[in-house]
């Protein structure tokens, strides 16, 4: 097992993205100054809050480095802007300010990046806050169809993911990437603005070929969508638009035009699945989808080019079936 000074090499910098976070941020900053494993840096981007939730971060936690944006910037351009100026660190955390680590967060996910260097991206077990007996999630599903969803969310969590497996790709509430690999592979596509991203990076990353494993012992307590909203119309839009740019972007060909007519199907039923609340979101959504086709494919060309990794590597690690697929459209 390696000891905590190989755990560490190279460093790691925590990047927590802030807007109107209020009270959670400074919970979530608390938690991680006890870490058994501290971060050599911890960046704060505050995307323009008008909450005050950053006035008094010099006094409470003086280590922490605040970035302030003029502006919204979404969650995909601030973690980065962070990350490119984490210079001298190989390893970038990201942890929403809505998410607690247990002390043992961060160590836990450095000595698997120290024990399994095959993987480059990992993921947390993400406990529900308010309900810490079940799970918020344990990294992101990706469907042939190009649904996704979070993995294990509302499982109980004792006896379940209690062992280290590869995964599709990590919740971008809590997952620890090898910052060169992030830098590489473009980090998050910043016209998705939020929402998805993370699936999104996940899927570049594993085209390029990285890999990502769940470490089961690296636990968060996350609140969920508590700055967005659950199923809100924000968090309905960016979704349903963002995980078709997705698909287009990045499903293998010539296995993208056998699973077209399907992610259609998607497309097609999703906005009927929130009739009673959110229809106009996903129609909106979709027509939005449409118009970004263009520069989306102009973006899948050179992802394409650069692939070192297809269907037959990543398909063992997505889902199908119908009708899991028409389950989880039905939640």
Not at 57 to 77: D, K, S, T, W, Y
Request: aromatic fraction near 12%.
């Amino acid at each position: 097992m390696p000891d905590r000074a190989a755990a560490a090499a190279g460093g790691v910098a925590v990047i927590i993205v802030n807007w109107n976070a209020g009270a959670l941020l400074a919970r979530c900053l608390d938690h991680l100054s006890r870490q058994t494993l501290p971060p050599r840096r911890v960046y704060v981007v505050d995307n323009a809050s008008s909450d005050g939730s950053c006035d008094r971060l010099a006094v409470e936690f003086p280590h922490v480095e605040l970035i302030r944006a003029e502006r919204n910037l979404g969650f995909a351009a601030a973690n980065n802007l962070a990350a490119k100026r984490a210079e001298g660190c190989d390893w970038i955390a990201l942890l929403n300010p809505d998410a607690f680590p247990a002390p043992g967060w961060l160590e836990a996910l450095m000595r698997a990046a120290a024990r399994r260097p095959e993987f480059s991206f990992f993921g947390s077990r993400m406990l529900m806050a308010d309900e810490p007996a079940r799970l918020d999630g344990v990294g992101d599903a990706y469907h042939v169809s190009g649904l996704v969803w979070r993995e294990g969310h509302g499982a109980p969590a004792p006896g379940n993911y209690v062992e280290e497996r590869e995964i599709f790709s990590p919740c971008a509430a809590a997952a620890l990437y090898r910052r060169e690999a992030f830098l590489g592979a473009g980090g998050f596509d910043e016209d998705y603005f939020c929402y998805v991203e993370d699936v999104d990076l996940g899927f570049r990353l594993r085209l390029f070929g990285h890999r990502c494993l769940y470490v089961p012992d690296s636990v968060v307590a996350h609140k969920g969508s508590a700055l967005t909203g659950r199923r809100s119309d924000f968090s309905i839009y960016h979704g349903h638009r963002n995980l078709v740019w997705t698909f287009v972007k990045n499903f293998p060909g010539p296995w993208l035009w056998v699973y077209l007519p399907l992610h259609l199907v998607l497309n097609l039923a999703t906005p009927f699945a929130f009739v009673r609340g959110g229809f106009m979101a996903a129609l909106k959504a979709k027509f939005d989808a449409l118009r970004g086709l263009p520069q989306a494919w102009r973006k899948r060309r050179e992802i394409q080019r650069r692939a070192r990794a297809g269907y037959r590597e990543i398909r063992p690690h997505m889902v199908t079936g119908l009708v899991i697929l028409l389950q989880r459209l039905v939640r």
